[in-house]
């Protein structure tokens, strides 16, 4: 069973940061893609960033310049630094991975639960 866990959600003014985390766990033998996207209500789950496991990068127009992903491999963990925040950015951040179990040979996806980030004045 994987699991991943998001923190570092929270209520922050416009022009602030946030960083957010993410550790995948269970039985896991290579993680490829890892990234971040976010839902707001009323709308559909949107790529925000993206990164390949040789730490290519893909973002959102609507974030370039303020965002920021990272990965750590060794601590299966992904990062995403979000800075001069805007209240269009709230939404529920949800953490993604594109995994191999052990002992298998098809990748899967799999999903964190979400943090909630509230961008407000």
């Known amino acids: 069973q994987v699991q991943l866990v998001e923190s570092g959600g929270g209520l922050v003014q416009p022009g602030g940061s946030l960083r957010l985390s993410c550790v995948a766990s269970?039985?896991?033998?290579?993680?490829?893609?890892m990234g971040w996207y976010r839902q707001a209500p009323g709308n559909q789950r949107e790529l925000v960033a993206s990164?390949?496991?040789?730490?290519?990068?893909n973002y959102a127009d609507s974030v370039k310049g303020r965002f920021t992903i990272s990965r750590d491999n060794a601590k299966n963990t992904v990062y995403l630094q979000m800075n001069s925040l805007r209240p269009e950015d709230t939404a529920v951040y949800y953490c993604?991975?594109?995994?191999?179990?052990?002992?298998?040979?098809?990748?899967?996806?799999?999903w964190g639960q979400g943090t909630q980030v509230t961008v407000s004045s």
């Open positions: 269970g039985s896991i033998w290579i993680i490829d893609a």
């Open positions: 993604k991975a594109q995994i191999l179990l052990y002992g298998s040979t098809k990748w899967s996806d799999y």
């Open positions: 990164i390949g496991s040789g730490g290519s990068t």
